[in-house]
């Protein structure tokens, strides 16, 4: 498995409650910018139509080769997966304050495949804990690691 990018901004917003690997429809300049890491999934989401799952906002720069093939920066991609496991989604969606969110792109086996989370937002003071936790576990890193020299 190859990480070619990941949603950073959404481990901060959210707490993750469930992850899902999904392939995506994408054409050949789409999964050529992707190769050059012209991608980005920043204020990107799923949602539900019918029963298929759809990505929105997910950026991917057009290709500088692809001439008059070229492709939108910001359509609307569909992203595939089995008819019970999106179903399980749209059940779970239901409940208040649950999202669908891209996580990361990733290369798997020559196919590019994206995972997906059902995730429930963070309020303001759940981020400060979060932010106070990990300077705490740097702190004690850092004092580990000098205690050794």
Same mark, same amino acid.
């Given at each position: 498995?190859?990480? !070619?990018?990941?949603? &950073?901004?959404?481990?901060?917003?959210?707490?993750? %409650?469930?992850?899902?690997?999904?392939? *995506?429809?994408?054409?050949?300049?789409?999964?050529?910018? !992707? /190769?050059?890491?012209?991608?980005?999934?920043?204020?990107?989401?799923? !949602?539900?139509?019918?029963?298929?799952?759809?990505?929105?906002n997910c950026?991917i720069?057009?290709?500088?080769?692809?001439?008059?093939?070229?492709? #939108?920066? /910001? /359509?609307?991609?569909?992203?595939?997966?089995?008819?019970?496991?999106?179903?399980?989604?749209?059940?779970?969606?239901?409940?208040?304050?649950? @999202?669908? !969110?891209?996580?990361? %792109?990733?290369?798997?086996?020559?196919k590019?495949?994206?995972?997906?989370?059902?995730?429930k937002?963070?309020? @303001?003071?759940?981020?400060?804990?979060? *932010?106070? #936790? &990990?300077?705490?576990? /740097? @702190?004690?890193g &850092?004092?580990v690691?000098?205690?050794k #020299?």
């Open positions: 498995m190859t990480q !070619i990018v990941t949603n &950073r901004k959404a481990f901060h917003d959210y707490a993750i %409650l469930q992850k899902f690997e999904a392939g *995506i429809v994408l054409r050949g300049s789409e999964i050529k910018s !992707i /190769r050059n890491h012209g991608v980005s999934l920043q204020d990107s989401f799923v !949602i539900p139509e019918e029963n298929e799952l759809w990505l929105l950026t720069a057009p290709y500088s080769h692809s001439g008059s093939f070229s492709h #939108e920066e /910001r /359509r609307k991609r569909k992203l595939l997966m089995h008819k019970n496991e999106i179903l399980r989604m749209k059940k779970a969606l239901q409940e208040k304050g649950v @999202s669908l !969110i891209p996580l990361s %792109l990733y290369f798997k086996k020559g590019i495949k994206v995972e997906v989370a059902l995730a937002g963070k309020k @303001s003071f759940d981020k400060r804990q979060a *932010i106070k #936790e &990990r300077e705490e576990k /740097r @702190s004690i &850092r004092a690691r000098q205690e #020299e």
